[in-house]
């Protein structure tokens, strides 16, 4: 079976070091029964497992928004690469636009579809920028960094390029219909060459995103996440080779929609445990200061 590795509490001895979840402040030396002489967040929380529970919940929400967004984006493209899969290969054969009615239809559908993709390009990078925002109480160069710092490297690199090779067949497109000049060869090595550059971040973003899935599973931890991510690494590669068939590319959509399904679940079960500790915790302190006074 394969098992990811599970935080375990640290070691009763202090002398390793432990950061500040709060700040990243160096705490080795530190108390146990102290505070964090920069942001005063008790020692003892930063010694608990290094798991996503026992963080910040400013950063374990952003986590739980970017999982939400970047769920809802695949759903978006899924939905609309299916839209168009059923009226190409099942609308159209069977005479489904022959009548007037029918057509509008189909274009109500496709401009639904075009919008769902804009949407999706929109809130996908946003969604993963905020799912790898750095926890502060980690080691810059600690375990997951790596990855995280590579997906947004490539989600910078992807959205720059796609937005340059708009720019470009835009700006020709303008210079067509006003002064009649054409797409010359220059331009058009320029923007597929841009293209091809995204498309290369894009793979190693995809991977980089799978890695990082992997090791944010252990601190979840979800053992089904860890898996369905290991899984992800080598279907999504394969469906990008058959892209030129809807179906793979389809159920690797429905696998992967189903594991941003299950992170963003699991961060808003998080999400709400630490609501309500917040709030027993301030009732309990409210009901002291009365029992005080």
């Known amino acids: ?17 432990h950061r500040c979840i709060g700040c990243g402040y160096d705490l080795t030396g530190s108390p146990r029964d102290g505070v964090c002489p920069e942001c005063g967040i008790p020692v003892a929380q930063s010694l608990r497992p290094d798991l996503i529970e026992y963080r910040l919940p400013a950063y374990v929400r952003r986590l739980h928004r970017g999982a939400g967004m970047a769920r809802n ?32 239809f189909v274009v109500a559908i496709s401009l639904l579809a075009f919008v769902a993709s804009l949407a999706s390009l929109v809130t996908y990078p946003i969604g993963w920028w905020l799912l790898t925002s750095p926890d502060p109480g980690r080691d810059a160069d600690g ?8 997906v947004r490297l490539t989600l910078i690199v ?3 390029a796609t937005a340059t090779a708009f720019a470009s067949v835009g700006g020709m497109s303008i210079a067509n219909a006003a002064y009649g000049v054409g797409l010359n060869s220059m331009a058009a090595v320029l923007t597929y060459g841009v293209l091809f550059a995204a498309l290369i971040a894009a793979a190693v973003q995809f991977y980089a995103c799978m890695v990082y899935l992997r090791w944010l599973a252990q601190r979840l931890p979800n053992v089904d996440v860890y898996r369905r991510a290991k899984w992800m690494m080598w279907l999504g590669p394969l469906c990008l080779v058959c892209s030129c ?17 299950r992170v963003h679940k699991d ?23 009365d029992s005080g006074a």
């Open 143 to 150: 375990a997951g960094q790596t990855s995280r710092r590579l």
């Open 158 to 160: 992807t959205a720059s």
């Open 73 to 104: 984006a695949v759903g978006l493209m899924t939905g609309s690469i299916a839209s168009v899969f059923i009226f190409q290969f099942v609308a159209i054969p069977i005479g489904f636009v022959s009548s007037t009615a029918a057509r509008m």
């Open 245 to 261: 068939f809807a179906i793979p590319t389809l159920v690797a959509l429905a696998i992967y929609y189903s594991l941003m399904y």
């Open 1 to 17: 079976m394969d098992q990811p590795p599970i935080p375990q509490p640290f070691a009763p001895n202090f002398d390793s070091q």
């Open 267 to 289: 961060l808003a079960r998080i999400c709400l445990v630490q609501e309500q500790s917040q709030y027993q915790q301030a009732y309990i302190a409210s009901r002291d200061e």
